[in-house]
């Protein structure tokens, strides 16, 4: 099945840096990478997403790039405030399958993204 | 539009005993999915549903079964709960389309003594 390996485990930076996080997955079927943001309590929460036709997307300070021949995917956060603090999860899915699958979701491990003021 | 929604949002039990958690998805939303989340696992699925069939499972024992109803409401149930059981067990639920996003309820905390 599909393996999902997410890099750093944590990630500490001072406001206003940037931060980048890596995911490689296994399965070259995967055509779907959500990355979710979960806050300590909270439910993860998605804030972005690429399909595997696209090679980035952007949304203000959140960037995602797929490099699908290496099967690896970035989430990029430019400007980070103290709320970006949280635990970032990427994931990978073959959406759509067959007709079988739309809520299927491996996730890599996490990391730990904390902002310093 | 409300969001995914789970009852209870606690609870804890005595190994041996079983549990059933339940999940309302979004309005429109047919495909239900269920999650595990663990410190040391992290979030592993469970199995998915849409149109009251198992469509997906993940890798749990029998012990880990579930169900949707019509109206696309779901249920999960562990039997003989483990220590190991305890977990926050989250649902989350999607439209049956290529490329749908995946949204999350605020998940059921269990905890087994």
């Known amino acids: 099945g599909e393996n999902v390996e997410q890099h750093p485990s944590t990630l500490s930076v001072q406001e206003g840096d940037s931060a980048v996080i890596k995911c490689t997955y296994s399965d070259s079927a995967s055509n779907y990478f959500p990355w979710y943001k979960q806050e300590l309590g909270k439910r993860p929460q998605l804030i972005i997403d690429i399909r595997s036709n696209v090679g980035e997307k952007k949304d203000q300070r959140i960037a995602v790039t797929l490099n699908k021949t290496a099967k690896h995917f970035s989430l990029h956060i430019t400007e980070t405030q103290p709320e970006d603090s949280a635990v970032y999860f990427c994931?990978?899915?073959?959406?759509?399958?067959?007709?079988?699958?739309?809520?299927?979701?491996?996730f890599g491990q996490g990391t730990i993204l904390t902002v310093h003021p | 539009k409300a969001g995914v929604t789970q009852t209870p949002r606690y609870l804890i039990k005595t190994r041996g005993q079983q549990v059933t958690l339940s999940c309302s998805p979004i309005?429109?939303?047919?495909?239900v999915s269920w999650y595990q989340q663990t410190p040391g696992q992290g979030l592993q699925f469970l199995f998915e549903?849409?149109?009251?069939?198992?469509?997906n499972k993940g890798n749990f024992p029998g012990r880990f079964s579930g169900r949707q109803f019509s109206n696309s409401r779901s249920e999960m149930n562990v039997s003989t709960l483990e220590l190991g059981d305890s977990a926050l067990y989250l649902c989350?639920?999607?439209?049956?389309?290529?490329?749908?996003?995946?949204?999350f309820g605020p998940g059921t905390r269990l905890t087994v003594l």
């Open positions: 989350a639920s999607s439209l049956v389309a290529s490329y749908s996003d995946v949204f």
């Open positions: 309005s429109g939303h047919r495909s």
């Open positions: 549903y849409f149109s009251e069939t198992q469509r």
């Open positions: 994931a990978a899915s073959k959406t759509g399958a067959g007709g079988t699958s739309y809520g299927k979701l491996t």
